[in-house]
Protein backbone atom coordinates (compact mmCIF):
# COMPACT_ATOMS: atom_id res chain seq x y z
CA UNK A 1 0.00 0.00 0.00
CA UNK A 2 0.96 3.66 -0.65
CA UNK A 3 0.35 6.09 1.85
CA UNK A 4 0.46 10.03 0.60
CA UNK A 5 0.31 12.91 2.32
CA UNK A 6 0.37 16.30 0.58
CA UNK A 7 0.32 19.78 1.90
CA UNK A 8 2.00 22.80 0.62
CA UNK A 9 2.22 26.29 2.52
CA UNK A 10 2.83 29.50 1.80
CA UNK A 11 3.43 32.32 4.31
CA UNK A 12 5.70 34.81 5.01
CA UNK A 13 6.54 33.72 8.57
CA UNK A 14 5.21 30.48 11.26
CA UNK A 15 5.56 29.54 14.07
CA UNK A 16 7.14 25.46 14.69
CA UNK A 17 4.42 24.41 16.84
CA UNK A 18 2.09 25.85 14.16
CA UNK A 19 3.88 24.11 11.16
CA UNK A 20 4.51 20.99 13.28
CA UNK A 21 0.61 21.14 13.79
CA UNK A 22 -0.15 21.48 9.74
CA UNK A 23 2.17 18.94 8.72
CA UNK A 24 1.07 16.30 10.79
CA UNK A 25 -2.06 14.42 9.36
CA UNK A 26 -1.64 11.71 6.67
CA UNK A 27 -3.65 8.96 4.62
CA UNK A 28 -4.84 7.88 1.18
CA UNK A 29 -3.67 4.62 -0.61
CA UNK A 30 -2.97 2.96 -3.81
CA UNK A 31 -0.29 0.27 -5.08
CA UNK A 32 3.36 -0.39 -5.49
CA UNK A 33 4.63 -2.58 -2.59
CA UNK A 34 5.66 -0.13 -0.50
CA UNK A 35 4.20 2.98 1.45
CA UNK A 36 5.10 6.53 0.45
CA UNK A 37 4.51 10.13 1.91
CA UNK A 38 5.18 13.99 1.19
CA UNK A 39 4.64 17.32 2.62
CA UNK A 40 6.26 20.81 1.26
CA UNK A 41 6.51 24.14 3.47
CA UNK A 42 7.33 27.61 2.05
CA UNK A 43 8.14 29.74 5.03
CA UNK A 44 10.74 32.05 6.32
CA UNK A 45 13.81 30.97 7.75
CA UNK A 46 17.04 31.89 9.44
CA UNK A 47 20.03 33.05 6.60
CA UNK A 48 23.02 31.47 6.13
CA UNK A 49 25.04 29.60 3.20
CA UNK A 50 24.36 25.34 2.98
CA UNK A 51 26.80 24.52 0.18
CA UNK A 52 28.37 21.56 0.68
CA UNK A 53 30.82 19.31 -0.80
CA UNK A 54 30.04 14.80 -0.88
CA UNK A 55 30.77 13.24 1.96
CA UNK A 56 31.02 9.61 2.37
CA UNK A 57 27.63 7.79 3.46
CA UNK A 58 27.36 5.03 6.11
CA UNK A 59 25.99 1.76 4.49
CA UNK A 60 23.69 1.80 7.07
CA UNK A 61 21.66 4.76 5.43
CA UNK A 62 22.31 3.85 1.92
CA UNK A 63 20.64 0.70 2.36
CA UNK A 64 24.49 -1.20 1.16
CA UNK A 65 23.83 0.30 -2.05
CA UNK A 66 27.38 0.66 -3.64
CA UNK A 67 27.32 4.43 -5.64
CA UNK A 68 24.58 5.55 -3.87
CA UNK A 69 24.47 9.26 -3.78
CA UNK A 70 25.75 9.48 -7.36
CA UNK A 71 23.22 7.07 -8.60
CA UNK A 72 20.35 9.09 -6.72
CA UNK A 73 20.99 12.31 -7.38
CA UNK A 74 21.42 11.01 -11.28
CA UNK A 75 17.75 9.63 -11.33
CA UNK A 76 16.33 12.46 -9.38
CA UNK A 77 17.93 15.13 -12.53
CA UNK A 78 16.82 12.35 -14.93
CA UNK A 79 13.22 12.76 -13.87
CA UNK A 80 13.76 16.66 -13.83
CA UNK A 81 15.11 16.82 -16.94
CA UNK A 82 11.79 16.46 -19.03
CA UNK A 83 8.43 17.84 -18.22
CA UNK A 84 6.31 15.66 -16.21
CA UNK A 85 2.58 15.32 -15.93
CA UNK A 86 1.94 14.95 -11.74
CA UNK A 87 -1.54 13.98 -12.16
CA UNK A 88 -4.00 16.31 -10.06
CA UNK A 89 -1.17 18.63 -9.62
CA UNK A 90 -0.74 19.55 -12.88
CA UNK A 91 1.91 19.94 -15.53
CA UNK A 92 5.79 20.91 -14.70
CA UNK A 93 7.97 21.93 -17.01
CA UNK A 94 11.59 20.49 -17.16
CA UNK A 95 13.64 22.15 -13.96
CA UNK A 96 17.04 22.78 -13.54
CA UNK A 97 19.50 19.70 -11.71
CA UNK A 98 19.28 19.71 -7.68
CA UNK A 99 22.86 19.57 -5.88
CA UNK A 100 23.33 16.84 -3.03
CA UNK A 101 23.29 18.77 -0.02
CA UNK A 102 24.91 16.97 3.31
CA UNK A 103 23.01 19.31 5.72
CA UNK A 104 19.69 17.79 3.94
CA UNK A 105 21.16 14.24 4.17
CA UNK A 106 22.04 14.19 8.16
CA UNK A 107 18.27 15.33 8.11
CA UNK A 108 16.76 12.47 6.14
CA UNK A 109 19.11 9.75 8.07
CA UNK A 110 18.13 10.72 11.30
CA UNK A 111 14.19 10.70 9.97
CA UNK A 112 14.60 7.30 8.57
CA UNK A 113 16.47 5.44 11.35
CA UNK A 114 13.95 7.33 13.48
CA UNK A 115 10.82 5.70 11.79
CA UNK A 116 12.52 1.77 11.83
CA UNK A 117 13.98 2.23 15.28
CA UNK A 118 10.72 3.18 16.87
CA UNK A 119 8.43 1.45 13.82
CA UNK A 120 6.41 4.45 12.36
CA UNK A 121 5.93 5.80 8.95
CA UNK A 122 4.88 9.43 9.49
CA UNK A 123 6.38 12.78 8.50
CA UNK A 124 6.29 13.84 12.55
CA UNK A 125 9.14 12.35 14.11
CA UNK A 126 8.68 10.31 17.19
CA UNK A 127 9.76 13.83 18.97
CA UNK A 128 7.29 15.82 17.64
CA UNK A 129 9.42 16.84 14.92
CA UNK A 130 8.40 18.43 11.54
CA UNK A 131 10.65 18.11 8.75
CA UNK A 132 11.46 21.87 8.85
CA UNK A 133 12.29 20.89 12.66
CA UNK A 134 15.03 18.67 11.34
CA UNK A 135 16.55 20.58 8.13
CA UNK A 136 16.86 23.48 10.34
CA UNK A 137 18.65 21.37 13.58
CA UNK A 138 20.76 20.18 10.30
CA UNK A 139 22.04 24.07 10.05
CA UNK A 140 20.18 24.21 6.69
CA UNK A 141 18.64 27.64 6.45
CA UNK A 142 15.77 27.25 4.55
CA UNK A 143 13.24 29.25 2.34
CA UNK A 144 11.51 26.44 0.98
CA UNK A 145 11.56 22.46 2.35
CA UNK A 146 9.59 19.18 1.16
CA UNK A 147 9.60 15.65 2.17
CA UNK A 148 8.65 12.24 0.43
CA UNK A 149 9.03 9.49 2.42
CA UNK A 150 8.50 5.74 1.27
CA UNK A 151 8.66 2.40 3.04
CA UNK A 152 9.14 -1.11 0.95
CA UNK A 153 10.74 -0.17 -2.43
CA UNK A 154 13.83 -2.27 -3.08
CA UNK A 155 15.98 0.04 -5.13
CA UNK A 156 16.23 3.71 -6.07
CA UNK A 157 14.90 3.40 -9.46
CA UNK A 158 11.52 1.50 -7.83
CA UNK A 159 11.09 3.96 -5.25
CA UNK A 160 11.65 7.17 -7.63
CA UNK A 161 8.98 5.79 -9.58
CA UNK A 162 6.58 5.30 -6.71
CA UNK A 163 7.06 9.13 -5.87
CA UNK A 164 6.64 10.45 -9.87
CA UNK A 165 3.69 8.15 -9.79
CA UNK A 166 2.11 9.82 -6.91
CA UNK A 167 0.78 13.59 -7.92
CA UNK A 168 1.92 15.00 -4.31
CA UNK A 169 5.41 13.27 -4.55
CA UNK A 170 6.15 14.05 -8.27
CA UNK A 171 5.40 18.13 -7.70
CA UNK A 172 7.77 17.78 -4.49
CA UNK A 173 10.25 16.21 -6.76
CA UNK A 174 9.72 18.44 -9.94
CA UNK A 175 9.31 22.06 -7.94
CA UNK A 176 11.23 24.13 -9.57
CA UNK A 177 12.07 26.69 -6.81
CA UNK A 178 14.01 24.16 -4.82
CA UNK A 179 17.82 23.80 -5.46
CA UNK A 180 18.95 20.78 -3.07
CA UNK A 181 17.96 17.44 -2.52
CA UNK A 182 19.13 14.29 -0.26
CA UNK A 183 17.55 10.88 0.21
CA UNK A 184 18.34 8.49 2.87
CA UNK A 185 17.63 5.10 2.96
CA UNK A 186 18.22 2.95 6.09
CA UNK A 187 16.57 -0.69 6.19
CA UNK A 188 14.11 -2.02 8.80
CA UNK A 189 15.89 -5.39 9.90
CA UNK A 190 12.49 -6.82 11.21
CA UNK A 191 11.10 -6.87 8.01
CA UNK A 192 14.06 -6.03 5.27
CA UNK A 193 11.89 -3.47 4.07
CA UNK A 194 13.98 -0.46 3.26
CA UNK A 195 12.75 2.96 4.51
CA UNK A 196 13.46 6.03 2.45
CA UNK A 197 12.91 9.71 3.21
CA UNK A 198 13.70 12.53 0.50
CA UNK A 199 14.24 16.02 1.61
CA UNK A 200 14.31 19.42 -0.67
CA UNK A 201 15.03 22.90 -0.38
CA UNK A 202 15.92 26.13 -1.27
CA UNK A 203 18.28 28.10 0.57
CA UNK A 204 17.61 31.57 1.98
Known amino acids: MIRTCNKRLSLPAITTALLAALLAGCGGGSDDGGSAASTTSSVSAGTGSTAQTASAI ?7 IDGYQSAMLAEINRRRASAQSC ?6 PAAGALSWNNQLFAAAAGHAKDMVAKGFFSHTGSSGSSVADRVSAAGYAW ?9 GQPGITRVVDAWM ?5 CANLMNATVRDVAVACVVNTANQ ?3 WVMNLAKAR
Do not use: K, L, P, W
Open 143 to 151: STVAENIAA
Open 58 to 64: AASERCG
Open 165 to 169: NSDGH
Open 87 to 92: GSRGSF
Open 193 to 195: SNY
